[in-house]
């Protein structure tokens, strides 16, 4: 549930950057990319970052800041309970 609501406020600042043009807004919805992204996305999210771990891109200081990013959040989220 905390990594839902990560990846979903990730998902609201990429359609914020996209305001600016509404049609790469259109596009990005109309495209699949966002279908894409929100199918299984917490799944895809921990495989990623397994991936990108065991591939040596990312390191356990990167994958603990992600966690402690999605903690902010989670402790934000409650408070709006």
Do not use: A, C
């Not at 790469?24 to 397994?50: A, C, H, Q, T």
């Not at 040596?56 to 402690?68: G, H, K, L, P, V």
Request: cysteine-free; hydrophobic content about 35%.
């Amino acid at each position: 549930d905390d990594v839902r609501w990560y990846l979903s406020h990730y998902l609201v600042q990429k359609i914020q950057s996209l305001l600016f043009d509404p049609n790469e807004v259109v596009r990005y919805i109309w495209s699949g990319e966002m279908e894409g992204f929100l199918y299984n996305m917490e799944e895809n999210f921990l495989n990623d970052l397994e991936d990108q771990h065991h591939r040596n891109i990312i390191d356990e200081t990167n994958i603990r800041s992600t966690f402690q990013e999605i903690l902010v959040l989670k402790k934000k989220r409650q408070e709006l309970r």
